[in-house]
């Protein structure tokens, strides 16, 4: 704020949203509310300094307790599944934790350690189809600097499915699911697999062309009919 000379007027009454001020004294609480503000802009200029994601904090009728974080592909290497993290609301000033379910990352260290100590490895059936893909050659070449042979270390994958001959059907029993097990409604597209017996069929051939010579399969609802039905989709029927 620019300096003025108002000592003529300083005793000149004025009125404003907080009562009757003086000139001076109206100055002097703007003065104040932008060192709040420079305040302010500091702090978040700190907190975004610092940053490695921006969180979008759901509406208050949202059914999820998931937020969404946007972080910079130059940052997925600091993003690992499981880990908790800090979250600073800029509009309460109050402090969170949080802890990451699912996103476009892996954990390289859980992989690393797989190929060095384990005897085989599973994706989780909570983790994305895509992600699965995507560790798949990184286990590889971990086995092999590791010194063992990738073609002799099985890998797996957990599916969480549902089979019916109505496709809406299956993907609203896998959806259901997702939601009330894992509080995650997208994990039905990207982590599960639902539909027909030829959809589900089709599905479960990417998995193995991703890597997967063995599939944990997890029917979610209808356990006998679907264990009948996964027995048609592989020929033992």
Not at 38 to 48: I, M, N, P, R, V
Request: with cysteine.
């Amino acid at each position: 704020m620019d300096e003025y000379d108002l000592s003529e007027f300083e005793d000149e009454m004025l009125f404003s949203e907080n009562g009757q001020q003086t000139i001076q004294e109206r100055i002097a609480e703007l003065k104040a509310e932008e060192s709040v503000v420079d305040s302010t802009y500091a702090e978040h200029q700190k907190l975004l300094k610092d940053a490695i994601a921006f969180v979008h904090f759901d509406a208050p009728s949202a059914k999820s307790n998931m937020v969404e974080a946007l972080v910079h592909r130059d940052d997925l290497d600091q993003i690992d599944r499981g880990q908790y993290i800090h979250i600073h609301c800029i509009k309460d000033h109050k402090e969170y934790t949080g802890r990451i379910v699912e996103g476009p990352f892996f954990d390289p260290d859980a992989l690393k350690r797989a190929a060095t100590i384990a005897d085989a490895w599973m994706g989780s059936g909570g983790s994305s189809n895509a992600e699965f893909a995507r560790s798949v050659p990184i286990m590889r070449q971990n086995l092999e600097k590791a010194g063992r042979d990738p073609k002799k270390f099985p890998i797996s994958k957990r599916v969480f499915l549902s089979v019916h001959e109505r496709a809406d059907v299956a993907r609203a029993e896998c959806h259901h699911w997702f939601t009330t097990v894992y509080h995650n409604p997208n994990g039905a597209d990207a982590s599960g697999v639902h539909g027909t017996p030829e959809q589900v069929r089709a599905r479960l051939e990417e998995l193995v062309a991703h890597g997967a010579d063995h599939l944990l399969l997890n029917p979610v609802c209808r356990h006998a009919e679907q264990v009948e039905a996964l027995a048609a989709i592989v020929g033992l029927s």
